[in-house]
């Protein structure tokens, strides 16, 4: 993500080992990001957009799986949550800084990532909630 013009953040499972809690465990990486930056970052590095059936839960208008990398990595931009209905974004308002090596990583707040969890209501999710 160096050279990244807009706010990004970690998601999800890596958020919550990020603050220090047990996420009972990460099958991938999810990181948040514009689509300036996800065209401007990612397609010249060869991590195209992908066509993904229909989550009843989640739409992005932009999305990438990147498996080069121990872990793989999930990028979603313009990334919504169905909420009564209707498609609501996701952006986070808070964003921590997290140092891991020589890079930084950025993550919503406990709170807010906690309230994040909350709203996606899976199971997981609400573990991942209550780990917080």
Do not use: C
């Not at 990334?79 to 990583?105: C, D, N, T």
């Amino acid at each position: 993500m160096a050279g990244a013009e807009d706010d990004w953040w970690i998601i999800g499972s890596v958020a919550v080992l990020l603050h220090g809690s047990d996420p009972g465990g990460i099958a991938d990486i999810d990181v948040l990001l514009s689509e300036n930056d996800a065209e401007r970052l990612l397609e010249p590095r060869g991590i195209q957009p992908a066509l993904k059936d229909p989550h009843p839960l989640f739409h992005s208008r932009w999305f990438a799986r990147w498996d080069g990398t121990p872990v793989p990595v999930e990028y979603m931009a313009g990334f919504s949550l169905a909420e009564a209905g209707h498609w609501v974004e996701v952006r986070p308002q808070s964003r921590v800084e997290i140092a891991f090596g020589s890079a930084s990583l950025f993550v919503p707040d406990r709170d807010e990532l906690r309230a994040l969890l909350s709203r996606f209501g899976r199971g997981k999710d609400l573990q991942r909630a209550a780990a917080l």
